[in-house]
């Protein structure tokens, strides 16, 4: 068996991405990143503010920033934000440096996710099932493009979705390796 690569979780907010990545990581004995935690970090200041200061525009500058970074470290579990995969530079670093997870989730289910969360800028609206609505029609023809595999996390515990994530990296790092489930999960 050859060593995994570096994955890259991608997918909408609330798909579970930052909960699935450090369970991997703890799994692998990897660092994990969530890209918009470390971009708060180098900022010092929290995401809403990043927004209301510069914008959507400017936070998206620092979030290629952070991805290009991120990507380039060796042995590596990152998860991205939901709005990562509009960037086509974020879309090539990730596809050229790692394999890459789609973390499919439904609108109801992010909607239940996120009801308290005060941190997600795009969110702060009075509709925000449209909101999360329109975001997939747009996102979601990119999240498919840019990963190598796609997992459903609703109605799943992290543990479930981490386990299937490894046994479908590992067939692709060595398609020889025995499956150890028949029934493949696939949207």
């Avoid at 620092?62 to 879309?91: C, F, K, W, Y």
């Avoid at 329109?134 to 459903?152: E, G, K």
């Avoid at 992290?158 to 999960?185: F, G, M, T, W």
């Amino acid at each position: 068996m050859q060593d995994l690569p570096n994955l890259f979780l991608i997918g909408p907010m609330g798909a579970g991405k930052s909960t699935i990545g450090r369970l991997l990581a703890a799994e692998l004995s990897r660092e994990f990143f969530d890209s918009d935690h470390a971009i708060q970090a180098r900022c010092g200041a929290d995401i809403p503010w990043i927004f209301d200061v510069e914008g959507e525009h400017g936070f998206r500058q620092r979030e290629v920033h952070m991805i290009d970074e991120l990507t380039q470290r060796p042995s590596v579990v990152v998860a991205t934000g939901g709005g990562a995969v509009l960037r086509e530079e974020n879309r090539r670093a990730l596809r050229e440096r790692g394999t890459v997870v789609y973390l499919l989730t439904t609108v109801d289910q992010q909607l239940r996710r996120t009801a308290k969360d005060r941190n997600r800028p795009l969110l702060q609206c009075d509709n925000r099932e449209q909101v999360l609505n329109d975001m997939f029609a747009q996102r979601d023809p990119l999240y498919r493009a840019t990963s190598d595999i796609t997992v459903r996390t609703d109605r799943r515990s992290p543990r479930a979705v981490v386990n299937e994530i490894l046994r479908r990296v590992r067939r692709i790092v060595d398609p020889l390796e025995p499956a150890q489930s028949s029934n493949k999960v696939s949207p």
